[in-house]
C-alpha cells in the first residue's frame, strides 16, 4: 500500500496519489487525509482556451516616464513680460493688477495712475509687492494736466503688453457712447506714449466706448506709421458673460465657449451661441432672451451699482484672460480668443472677431463660421450700429494726431 500523503511533501506522484485515493463515504474520511488535503496547494480548475484569461498586456512606459519625448524637458519656459496696467489703482484696474502679477509670464509689472486715483498706484504696487509670485511691482503716479508722453519713459519702455482701463465709468442713464469725448482723449494721451517708448507692444484697450476708442487709436498709430493690429478692443467680458448664461446647461461654466462678435455695446454684442456645443441644444425661441441679456449685462451692473460705477470685477477677470492670452502667444503658446480689432471680415473696417495670439501678437483673424438665421438676421442689426460708432472714431482721428 502507498503511504499516505505527508503534508508538505509534493512530489509530483503523491500529488496525483492524493488526488485518486480520496476516502469514500462509506469508508468515512481519516484525520490523516483531512489534514493532508488542507496542506495540499489547490488546483485550479481547468478552463477552455477560450475562458482562459488572457497575459495581462504589458504596460507601456510613456516616453515621458523613459525621459524622453518633448514632454520630457524640463518644465516650460515661462516668458519674461513687462505689463504696464495704465488706470491700475481704479475699480478694474486694481484687480487686474492682481491677476496679472499672478501670471507665471509676467515679470515685471507696472501700476500706473494719476494722483487723485482712490488710492496711490505706489500703493498699489507696495501691496502687490509682497504676493509670492515672481513679479516685480513697481507704482507710477502722475499729476492731472500732466502728459503721459513727458512722464512715462520708465514705466513704459521695454513694455510688452499695456492694458488700458483708464477713463470715466458710466453712470445710469448714460450709454458708453455718451463717454467718447473725455475717454478718447484719456486714452490718446497714454497712446500717444506707446507710440514712443513701446512701439511693439500690444495694448489692450478697456476703456468704453470700445468701439469708438479703437478704431480712433488704431487709425492715430497707423498715421503715425505704426501697426494698427497692436491696438485691440478688450470684448472678452463678453464672451464671459454669454458662457456663464448659458451655464444652466449640465456644463461647467468653463466648458462653453460660446464666440461673441460685433462690439461690445448694445445690439453690436452679438453672441454666436450655435457655435458652441452645449449652448447650439438650447431652444431657438430662448434665444432672443437669452442673447438680450448678453447685450444688457453692462447696464445691469451699472444699474446695481446705483451710479458707484460699472463691472469692475468681472471686467478685471475678463481683461486678465485676455492679457494673459496675449502673454501665452508672445510666449510661443498660441491662443484664440475673440478681440475687437481692424478687421477685413465683413464690409466694416473694425469689428470683434476671433482671433490667435502668437509670438507677433495677432498671428492670425479666424473666419466668422456658419450662422444661423437669426444669428445672420442680427448680423445686419450689428452692423448698422457698429458703422456709426466706428465713424465717430475715425473722424477722432482725422482730427488729431499722436
Ligand atoms: N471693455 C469692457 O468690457 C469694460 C468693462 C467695464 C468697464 N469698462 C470701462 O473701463 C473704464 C474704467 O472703469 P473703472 O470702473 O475702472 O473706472 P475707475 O474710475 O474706477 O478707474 C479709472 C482709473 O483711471 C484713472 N485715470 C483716469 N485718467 C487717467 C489718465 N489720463 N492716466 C492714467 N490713469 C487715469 C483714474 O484715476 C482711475 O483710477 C471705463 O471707461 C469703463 O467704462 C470697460
Ligand atoms: O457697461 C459698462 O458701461 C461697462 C462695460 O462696458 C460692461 O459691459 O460692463
Known sequence: ???????????????????????????????????????????????????????????????RAKGKGPRAKEPRKTGEFKVCVCGG???????????????????????????????????????????EKKAAVKGYVMEVGQKPVDNLEECLTGCHLVLIPAGMPRKPGQTRDDLFKINADIAKGIVEACAKYCPDAML?????????????????????????MKIVGITTLDVVRANKFVVRLPAPPDRVNVPVIGGHAGTTILPLFSQDKHAKTI?????PDLDKHVQDAGTDVVNAKNGKGSATLSMAYAGARLG????????????????????????????????????????KVLPLGELNEYETKRLEEVKVQLKGEIESGLKYAEENSL
Not at 509530483?12 to 495540499?40: D, N
Not at 489692450?204 to 494698427?228: C, F, Q, R, T, W
Not at 431652444?283 to 434665444?287: P, T
Open 1 to 63: 500500500m502507498t503511504a499516505p500523503p505527508t503534508p508538505g511533501r509534493s512530489s509530483a506522484s503523491t500529488t496525483r496519489a492524493r488526488t485518486r485515493r480520496r476516502p469514500s463515504r462509506r469508508t468515512g474520511t481519516s484525520a490523516r487525509w483531512r489534514r493532508a488535503r488542507r496542506a495540499r496547494p489547490r488546483r485550479r480548475p481547468r478552463l477552455s482556451p477560450r475562458l482562459r484569461p488572457r497575459p495581462r498586456p504589458r504596460r507601456r512606459r510613456s516616453r
Open 324 to 363: 494673459k492670452s496675449v502673454l501665452a502667444g508672445l510666449a510661443g503658446q498660441r491662443r484664440t480668443e475673440c478681440a475687437y480689432c481692424k478687421s477685413e471680415i465683413t464690409d466694416l473696417p473694425y469689428f470683434a472677431q476671433k482671433v490667435v495670439f502668437g509670438k507677433e501678437g495677432i498671428s
Open 204 to 228: 489692450g484697450m478697456i476703456v468704453n466706448p470700445v468701439n469708438s476708442v479703437v478704431p480712433a487709436m488704431a487709425e492715430l498709430y497707423k498715421k503715425k506709421g505704426l501697426d494698427p
Open 283 to 287: 431652444d431657438a425661441e430662448k434665444i
Open 89 to 131: 489703482a481704479g475699480g478694474i484696474g486694481q484687480p487686474l493688477c492682481l491677476l496679472m502679477a499672478m501670471d507665471p509670464n509676467v515679470k515685471e509689472l507696472c501700476v500706473f495712475d494719476l494722483n487723485v486715483a482712490m488710492v496711490p498706484a505706489q500703493g498699489v504696487a507696495t501691496d502687490l509687492g509682497h504676493l
